[in-house]
């Protein structure tokens, strides 16, 4: 089955900082892939996305390629801020007859310190 | 503009007592809906999803049964609540496609 495995948090750095998650996938077929965040006491937001092999995924300063051979999708971004902290899930898609299903990694707790 | 609700944002129960989570969307049609639950120190996990009115697939046995009365709403359930039933559970919907929106969750402590 499908499954997306995330590095184990929390990664606290410094404010301006260089930021990567690290992030691998198991699937059948060609799925698109995300990074979804998630604020203290909130739900989901999309960050960004990736529908196919060597798309780059970017919003807010953070980015990600999809690569297929490596089957990963690391997010990065070049300059942390306070604001950014958050946990990161990342997350592949497939289909189930008419409804996609979204499967999540654990997801990465991010702390960013003054 | 499509929109989500989710209700409550938090719930404290007794074991044994039952549940029912609401989540209605607004400014779509014939919507795929979802709900996911993430356990304390956990990710999120599929629970059900409903293509249709009437139509639920569950993901993982458990304590728990979701509704689909209406086109834009759907109902989370239980008879009696567990202890493990304790997470932060989040409503989403699709039109079917790879975007899906989330509510914005009820956080749901089982005393």
């Known amino acids: 089955g499908n499954s997306v495995t995330q590095m184990e948090g929390p990664v606290t750095l410094s404010e301006e900082a260089f930021l990567t998650i690290n992030c691998t996938y198991t699937?059948?077929?060609?799925?698109?892939l995300f990074w979804y965040v998630q604020y203290p006491g909130e739900g989901l937001q999309l960050l960004l996305k990736?529908?196919?092999?060597?798309d780059k995924g970017s919003n807010k300063g953070f980015e990600a390629t999809y690569r297929k051979e490596t089957t990963s999708f690391h997010l990065e971004k070049g300059s942390v801020q306070v604001s950014d902290s958050a946990v990161y899930f990342c997350?592949?898609?497939?289909?189930?007859?008419?409804?996609?299903?979204?499967?999540f990694g654990t997801g990465t707790r991010l702390q960013v310190t003054l | 503009s499509q929109t989500i609700h989710q209700w409550p944002a938090t719930l404290v129960q007794p074991v044994g007592s039952p549940l029912s989570l609401e989540c209605t969307v607004e400014?779509?049609?014939?919507?795929?809906l979802y709900w996911y639950r993430q356990a304390a120190g956990r990710g999120l996990q599929l629970l059900f999803y409903?293509?249709?009115?009437?139509?639920i697939s569950s993901e993982v046995p458990q304590n728990l049964s979701a509704s689909r009365p209406q086109d834009r709403q759907f109902i989370l359930s239980s008879k009696k609540l567990l202890l493990s039933d304790s997470g932060f559970y989040l409503c989403?919907?699709?039109?079917?496609?790879?975007?899906?929106?989330f509510g914005s969750g009820t956080r749901l402590t089982v005393v």
């Open positions: 699937a059948t077929g060609y799925p698109s």
């Open positions: 990736a529908t196919k092999a060597d």
């Open positions: 997350a592949l898609s497939s289909l189930t007859g008419t409804a996609s299903k979204l499967t």
């Open positions: 400014g779509t049609s014939n919507p795929n």
């Open positions: 409903s293509v249709g009115i009437g139509q």
């Open positions: 989403a919907w699709s039109a079917g496609g790879d975007g899906y929106t």
